[in-house]
Structures are given as structure tokens and as C-alpha cells.
């Protein structure tokens, strides 16, 4: 399994940044491409925190997903189209980040990924964590989420890009 090769790709990329295109805002409403980079980062974090619940648990959960995260899974991505959470839930990300910082938060977040895959096959598939929208998930798909979840940014990515290049 190679869930953090798109990872390493969005790393490289950050190298074409400088610190101010980072933060540039094109308009109101629309993320930097380091708030992009900030909220890719966090989510993903949550998501293995929730993979890390699933390893430590003894106890089978035989909730499943919820129909929406079962078409998410067997389509294996997210729909592409703008997703926009409730206002509660749709703070904008840090905008303060450097070059460097970034690259830093893509570092600890790929080694945390790698160690992950090579430790998923011992992870009881029947042990899951909760997610709001898609339902109970095990530990191997919350890993893959992550990954789901930076490549349904790449066309932000690109439009993001077309701003500043």
C-alpha cells in the first residue's frame, strides 16, 4: 500500500511556492494554498488519530457506514464537486504557515502515514471509529481517507495555482 505517495508529491510541489504566494487570498471566500495545505494536514491527523483509536481497541463495532461513505468507498474518492461544511464546522484554516513550516507539518505527517501502513495488517479490520458523515470505519480505511481526502484537493490545488502562476 502506497497511501503516501500523493502526499510526497504535495510536499515536493511546496517548493514552487514562496512564502508570500502561500498566502495569497485571490478573494474573499477563497483559501491560500497554505490554508489548503493547513487544513490537509489537520483533517489528516484526525483521520489517524482515529485509525490510532482503532488499534488500541479490543471491542468488534458491527456498525458500518452510512450510505454515504459506502458510495464514497466504492467509488473510492469523493464526488468532484466543492464540498462546503456548515459555517460551525467551516472556520478557515491558518493562513500563517511558511514554506518551511509546511514542509515541516507534510514531513511529520508522512513518516506518521508510513509508520501506519506498515503496522495496518496488525489492526483488527472489526475494530472502528466514528465518522460524522460515513459512518464507522476501520482502521485501513481510515488511512485511505487521507489519502481520498488529498487527492479530492488537487482541483483546488490547480485552481489555486492558477491564481498565482
Known sequence: MTETKLLVQFQKDLCRYSDEQLKFISSPGVWSVGQMYDHLIVVAHEYLDNLETCSR???????????????LFKNGGFPPVKIRLPDELNAPPDNSGSR?????????????????????DAIDPHTKARHGGFG?????EWLKLVEMHFRHHLRQKNELDSYIF
Open 57 to 71: 481497541s479490543a471491542e468488534d463495532q458491527p456498525l458500518g457506514k452510512t450510505e454515504y461513505g459506502e458510495r
Open 100 to 120: 518551511t513550516d509546511l514542509n515541516e507539518r507534510m514531513e511529520e505527517l508522512i513518516r506518521r502515514m508510513a509508520r501506519w501502513e506498515t503496522e495496518l
Open 136 to 140: 464507522w470505519l476501520n482502521a485501513e
